[in-house]
């Protein structure tokens, strides 16, 4: 059987290596390595600003993760920025944005962590926190708290027990977008996890870290709703090559 496709959006940034320096697309290997271990199969979704560029990759995936990163820009759910929010990555906004929006549309299952939770909640109309302080380790360095489970959501579904979570985070939910629960919560009363009850597949965004940790269970959910929607038959079949004209 084959494994689901998992397509994980990707950081823009300056980057070196080897005798290189130029601006690359990139990700943290922790991100493919927690697909891997879940049982999918992960594919990189660097920015794409073409007409429909987020609808036909959506459409080519069952599963979709939108990454870490960068703070969301405050002009997304129409505040000023705090002057200890960071500074923007716009390309990045529009195209997460508009996978999201993709993904909810055509009941692919969507895991959002961190930033990708944060954007979750902002797509669907909610805004956010733009500073917590003691949600890291340090600066650069992951810290580790509790998380509580908020019984009968699907993120209890995959984790029942209060868990130790990797986290780094300085923003987080403030009022929450159309139709999503809190699934989760710090003991700050920080919103942990959000989810999209009440649809076909699973939507789901988490603050911390899974890909810091060895817990793949909430990848593994993510994966499980993508091996199902990819095997029911009311998904139509992924877009296949085009069939090559034979040379004679």
């Known amino acids: 059987m084959s494994r689901p496709v998992i397509g994980i959006s990707t950081y823009q940034d300056q980057a070196r290596w080897g005798v290189w320096e130029m601006p690359a697309v990139l990700l943290p290997a922790g991100y493919p390595r927690l697909v891997r271990a879940a049982g999918g199969l992960a594919v990189l979704l660097p920015p794409d600003d073409a007409e429909d560029a987020a609808r036909d990759t959506v459409a080519a995936l069952d599963g979709l993760v939108i990454a870490g990163g960068a703070d969301v820009e405050p002009a997304r759910y129409g505040v000023v920025a705090d002057p200890r929010t960071g500074p923007p ?3 990045r906004d529009a195209w997460e944005l508009a996978l999201i929006r993709a993904a909810v549309e055509q009941e692919v299952p ?3 962590i961190c930033r990708g939770m944060q954007l979750l909640n902002v797509a669907l109309g909610g805004t956010l926190v733009q500073h917590l302080e ?5 600066l650069g360095v992951f810290g580790s708290h509790p998380v509580v489970p908020v019984p009968g959501t699907a993120y209890a579904d995959a984790v029942p027990e209060t868990a130790m979570v990797p986290a780094y985070h300085h923003q987080a939910v403030d009022r ?3 139709g999503l629960v809190a699934s989760a919560h710090a003991p700050d009363g920080t919103v942990e996890a959000v989810e999209l009850p009440g649809r076909a597949s699973l939507v789901l965004g988490v603050q911390w870290h ?3 940790g ?4 909430v990848m593994a959910a993510l994966v499980r709703a993508a091996g199902e929607r990819s095997r029911s038959p009311r998904n139509p079949a992924r877009r296949s090559p085009a069939p090559r004209t034979p040379v004679s």
């Open 89 to 91: 990555a716009r390309e």
């Open 210 to 212: 899974p890909e810091m």
């Open 110 to 112: 969507l895991l959002g």
């Open 176 to 178: 929450l977008g159309g």
């Open 214 to 217: 060895e817990d793949t269970r």
């Open 134 to 138: 003691d949600h890291t380790g340090g």
